[in-house]
């Protein structure tokens, strides 16, 4: 491994943005035809949420390894010593951006790797990967055997106008070393209210499902009264939670990766997709432009959410800014 050209990514964060990580270096990988390497156990070294390595829970290309973590100093001399080299020559590529905002490096997309190739950042943006969709779609199936009840609910979804509402609870209760961010808040209720009406109005028949890393039903900031709380336990729960939110029909985001990766699994061209402006809920992740998803603004309230939301879904009005 040591001099060959290769890409090699350190996987860490929650599920949705080793996903990221993961579509961002399988691109930059194919597209030079050289082997990607997953770093499966240094990237959750003292993770506060105690997360861990779940790529393996689908088919993904690339060799899985571990390494020791770098050391501070080493990762900080690595990096700039890289900022001074011509970015054709650079081992050691690291997304732009200043930690609370990310810039769409398009340099990146004409890389050619010729030397080993060390990966960090999230890579949020669609457009780092857009153009091998169909390889990630093959990629992304999963590995785990589904459990009957899911297989039976899978099935309802599909056959229904199905929205996939997903509340964020911060990942339940940490226990770690570090503190967690606290740029990321939880979406209030008046949100999600103006996302199920607006899509409602679109998706008479919809049907309401539930998902969320609160263990509480009370504590769901949503009053729909025949909405379907969809609960798994265990450790294959999210990877469960995943895979039913992909085969909804239509989506209600949280400020969250997880549920944008339920969305671009599952979405079709009608579908209807709500979410938070990103960037205001402590989230560097965008929108694809093709998704035209109804954005709700803080602040904005609920009335006016409402209306302005109901005029995009029925197509008056400017529609949906695109990214």
């Not at 079709?268 to 960037?279: L, R």
Request: proline share 4%; hydrophobic share 40%; net charge positive.
């Amino acid at each position: 491994m040591r001099g060959q050209a290769s890409v090699t990514i350190q996987a860490r964060g929650g599920i949705g943005n080793q996903l990221f990580m993961y579509a961002m270096a399988r691109r930059l990988a194919l597209k030079s035809s050289v082997p990607l390497y997953v770093e499966t156990e240094s990237g959750f070294n003292g993770d506060f949420f105690r997360r861990n390595y779940g790529l393996d829970r689908f088919h993904i290309a690339g060799e899985e390894v571990r390494r020791a973590p770098r050391s501070q100093p080493a990762r900080r001399a690595a990096i700039a010593v890289n900022q001074m080299l011509p970015f054709r020559w650079r081992r050691f590529c690291r997304e732009p951006g200043d930690g609370a905002r990310a810039v769409f490096d398009r340099r990146i997309l004409s890389f050619k790797v010729v030397r080993p190739v060390f990966l960090e950042g999230y890579w949020q943006d669609e457009r780092y990967f857009a153009d091998i969709d169909a390889v990630l779609r093959q990629d992304l199936t999963f590995r785990t055997q589904h459990t009957a009840a899911n297989l039976e609910l899978a099935a309802e979804m599909r056959s229904t106008e199905s929205v996939a509402v997903h509340v964020r609870q911060l990942h339940g209760v940490p226990a770690g070393v570090d503190k967690p961010s606290t740029t990321i808040a939880s979406l209030p209720a008046e949100y999600y209210r103006a996302a199920i009406m607006a899509i409602r109005k679109r998706v008479p028949r919809a049907k309401i499902y539930i998902f969320s890393d609160s263990p509480s039903h009370a504590a769901l900031p949503i009053g729909e009264g025949d909405a379907v709380r969809v609960v798994n336990e265990g450790d294959e729960a999210q990877y469960e939670d995943l895979w039913l939110m992909s085969q909804c029909r239509h989506f209600v985001l949280a400020n969250s990766t997880f549920s944008w990766w339920g969305a671009w699994l599952g979405r079709t061209a009608e579908s209807v997709i709500a979410s938070p402006v990103m960037s205001e809920w402590g989230q560097r992740v965008c929108l694809p432009g093709g998704w035209a998803a109804l954005e709700w603004r803080s602040g904005s309230g609920f009335e006016q959410s409402v209306t302005a939301w109901i005029e995009e879904a029925c197509g008056v009005g400017a529609g949906a800014e695109a990214r």
